[in-house]
């Protein structure tokens, strides 16, 4: 910008040419001053693949085009080429862990060591007291140890890719047996018996899909038996006429027979979620105390970590699966262990980690207090709405997501729109345009569409600030 208040693209075009049907050329565009400053500033490769876009636009539309116009319009895309794809936004959905949304959000603790270990250097497979090389795992595996009571872990990039690198090294030509009832499909449509297969390993189902006894693993088991999995059905419920064998059972089996039980545990709670108020969910210490002999879990669910793949348990299994070489395939960066470390840190406090962990923090909150931040962005949402909308704060229900206890629900608050238009398609087209216009703020707002209402719901919304300010920076916009 310059005293003038115009940027230099909007300054700088020459003023020939004005309703012009023959633009000028791509060299011509170029040495105009504005414009070669934006290709100082950004590139020329750039600069000249926005031109081209845009005359290609003109040529399209078959309108008169003034220059001064024509390079406002190639600083303008320019601009959108280089913006961030990925940006942050507000997530008012009602589900805490999003998996589009990018799951867990990060304590300052954890972005903090990220960006000390990107911006240098670090001893990320370096010993510092011997000067050789070291273990990466190093730098979690003795916390998720203490937190969880395991013998020895090791860490890969997501759980899915736990579940894989473990059936591949413990079962590779071999048969794995699981109970019917827990053959899952996860988000994207992984299936449980799909990694199975690209594991190496024989799927061996028993019992049927509601009920599994223990004579169904005991009658299965062959010296071709590699191990028992328990998946841990996190993302639905079987209600009714259901048996299953509970994991103590299910390891004495195993111990009888001498192979592991291996438990997929999902969402990786590390603490006791009840006395906070939240509906119970099997801990990975509990799940290794009742005789599972590996336990993998996700970093980036309950446990409120980045996205990881965690492997804990027997020494020995740890140990030959660290030796497979998908194992590098799957690793992590110095900035995912970094982040790990960091929260796994937090753990070690169990007095603050609620309200040092922002996922945990999130699920906690009260509806009272929900409610009185919704009452406070009323005013603003109501404006920035204008007509013909109603805007009022209703009670709802928040979920936790990412497949963690999918039927519990948490009571909420949430800004409702409700459009006053006549008829349902008028309603429906409203509805539509209002979730567009949130997704246009400078801070995209993405919340849900309900029973020919959209509700924002305020469960992830800490405080009321950025919100509000940006509202009403789009209403003093607004012609």
């Known amino acids: ?32 001053p504005a414009v070669h400053h934006l290709a100082d500033t950004h590139g020329r490769p750039l600069v000249v693949e926005a031109i081209r876009t845009v005359l290609d636009r003109w040529r399209q539309s078959e309108q008169p085009l003034d220059d001064q116009a024509l390079s406002a319009a ?55 007291t011997t000067g050789k090389r070291g273990d990466r795992d190093d730098h979690v595996a003795a ?34 047996i699981v109970s019917r009832g827990e053959l899952i499909e996860i988000g994207g449509a992984f299936r449980l018996p799909d990694i199975m297969a690209r594991a190496g390993c024989k799927l061996r189902e028993v019992g049927t899909t509601n009920r599994t006894h223990p004579r169904d693993y005991r009658e299965a088991i062959s010296d071709r038996t590699a191990l ?32 592991p039980l291996v438990v997929d545990l999902g969402s990786g709670s590390l603490i006791d979620l009840v006395p906070l108020g939240l509906p119970r969910e099997p801990t990975v210490r509990e799940t290794l105390d009742s005789g599972a002999d590996l336990v993998t879990f996700s970093g980036d669910k309950l446990l409120g970590g980045p996205q990881a793949g965690i492997i804990a348990g027997r020494a020995d299994l740890v140990a030959k699966i660290k030796k497979n070489p998908m194992k590098r395939a799957m690793r992590c960066d110095k900035q995912t262990l970094a982040a790990l470390e960091a929260v796994l840190r937090l753990y070690g ?49 928040s979920q936790i997501g990412s497949g963690s206890l999918p039927l519990d629900l948490l009571p909420s608050a949430a800004l409702c729109f409700r459009p006053l238009a006549p008829n349902k398609k008028q309603r429906n087209r409203a509805l539509k345009g209002l979730a567009h216009r949130l997704r246009q703020l400078p801070i995209p707002v993405i919340g849900r569409i309900s029973e020919e209402t959209l509700l924002l719901d305020c469960r992830c919304l800490e405080t009321a600030e950025d919100f509000v300010a940006q509202l009403e920076t789009a ?3 607004r012609p």
């Open 143 to 176: 916390w998720i140890c203490r937190l969880t009571g395991a013998e020895a872990a090791t860490v890969v990039n997501n759980n899915a890719a736990a579940v894989l690198l473990t059936l591949n090294s413990l079962a590779q030509r071999r048969e794995v």
């Open 228 to 259: 028992l999995l328990k998946a841990y059905t996190s993302n639905y419920r079987v209600e009714g006429f259901t048996a299953e064998v509970a994991e103590p059972e299910l390891a004495a089996i195993a111990q009888e027979h001498q192979c």
């Open 349 to 397: 406090n169990p007095a603050q980690v609620v309200e040092r962990v922002p996922a945990l923090r999130l699920l906690t909150r009260t509806e009272t207090r929900i409610r009185e931040l919704a009452e406070s962005l009323l005013a603003a949402a109501a404006r920035w709405a204008g007509e013909p909308w109603q805007v009022d704060v209703v009670a709802v229900k």
């Open 1 to 32: 910008m310059n005293d003038s208040g115009k940027s230099p693209a909007h300054q700088a075009a020459p003023k020939a040419a004005v309703g012009s049907m023959h633009p000028p050329s791509v060299d011509r565009i170029l040495a105009w």
């Open 475 to 477: 209403e003093a916009s």
């Open 74 to 128: 190639v600083e303008q895309h320019l601009l959108a080429l280089i913006a961030p794809s990925m940006k942050a936004v507000f997530n008012l959905t009602g589900t805490v862990l999003h998996t589009n949304l990018g799951r867990a959000p990060l304590p300052r603790e954890a972005i903090d060591a990220m960006v000390a270990v990107a911006s240098g250097a670090s001893n990320l497979e370096f010993d510092l």
